[in-house]
């Protein structure tokens, strides 16, 4: 067992691409998350979990579906949650981290400009004291009308 332990912390880290990939088969996939095929196919249609389809209409799964399962069983059978309702907290889980990429980009832009502003005083000197004024433009319309 030691020696398991330590060829596990030889492995470098799986890399997403590894963890994406669509390799494994239903009866794989299902084997190790603990369901039966069946089980696996009709996640597929009620939209769970996305395995890829071959040429022939097979589907390939990948590790990161295989741990989807695992959490979808975890969900079901620990917590009491339905189906619909494992759908809803996945669909929330994939929206926060698509808000988490999002609020990284937006930081790294935020540090852009700042890193931008402190070049700029570096160059024109600080811009404290300049006093800032809101400029408001007045429209009007003027309606002519020919005599008639």
Not at 8 to 32: F, G, W, Y
Not at 52 to 66: I, K
Not at 89 to 117: G, K, N, P
């Amino acid at each position: 067992m030691a020696s398991n332990n330590r060829r596990s912390a030889e492995q470098p880290p799986m890399t997403d691409a590894a963890l994406d990939a669509k390799v494994l088969v239903i009866s794989v996939a299902a084997e190790m998350a603990g369901m039966h095929p069946q089980t696996l196919r009709q996640y597929d249609r009620l939209g769970l979990v996305q395995p890829a389809r071959t040429a022939g209409g097979g589907r390939r799964y990948s590790l990161r579906d295989v741990a989807q399962l695992r959490e979808i069983q975890r969900l079901s059978q620990e917590d009491g949650v339905n189906l619909a309702g494992i759908k809803r907290i996945m669909q929330l889980e994939h929206q926060v981290t698509a808000l988490r990429v999002h609020i990284t980009e937006l930081m790294s832009h935020v540090d852009t400009l700042e890193m931008e502003r402190a070049e700029l005083e570096a160059a024109v000197g600080p811009f404290n004291g300049v006093t800032r004024r809101t400029v408001t433009q007045e429209t009007a319309l003027v309606v002519w009308r020919p005599p008639h």
